[in-house]
């Protein structure tokens, strides 16, 4: 699967959805994400690994956590290949 597959694949998810948001706010630790959801833990880490395995989020270890952040390069990429597709289909007008 390429890179931009797994991208859209990890934006498929209304849960990943809202944790970028969340990431986008500030860097957090998987338990401070899992306690604004409803949903069980090891749900919310299958949910940050998929992020994580599309490069979407990023993680450091500090101390006893685990503290994720949005990989903000990725999302940039993702735009100008938007921007770049839809600058040249209307190209052949």
Same mark, same amino acid.
């Given at each position: 699967?390429?890179? /931009? #597959?797994?991208?859209f694949? &990890?934006?498929?998810?209304? #849960?990943?959805? @809202? +944790?970028?948001?969340?990431? =986008?706010?500030?860097?957090?630790?998987?338990?401070?994400? &899992?306690?604004? $959801?409803?949903? *069980? @833990?090891?749900?919310? *880490?299958?949910?940050? #690994?998929?992020? =994580?395995?599309?490069?979407?989020?990023?993680?450091?270890?500090?101390?006893?956590?685990? %503290?994720?952040?949005?990989? +903000?390069? %990725?999302?940039?990429?993702?735009?100008?290949? /938007? +921007?770049? $597709?839809?600058? *040249?289909?209307n190209?052949?007008?």
């Amino acid at each position: 699967m390429s890179p /931009l #597959n797994d991208t859209f694949k &990890a934006l498929a998810d209304p #849960n990943r959805r @809202k +944790i970028i948001q969340l990431l =986008k706010e500030k860097d957090m630790s998987a338990g401070e994400i &899992a306690e604004l $959801f409803r949903i *069980s @833990k090891p749900s919310i *880490s299958h949910h940050l #690994n998929i992020l =994580k395995q599309a490069d979407l989020i990023t993680d450091m270890r500090q101390g006893q956590s685990i %503290v994720y952040s949005l990989n +903000i390069s %990725v999302f940039e990429d993702m735009m100008n290949m /938007l +921007i770049n $597709f839809f600058d *040249s289909s209307n190209q052949k007008g």
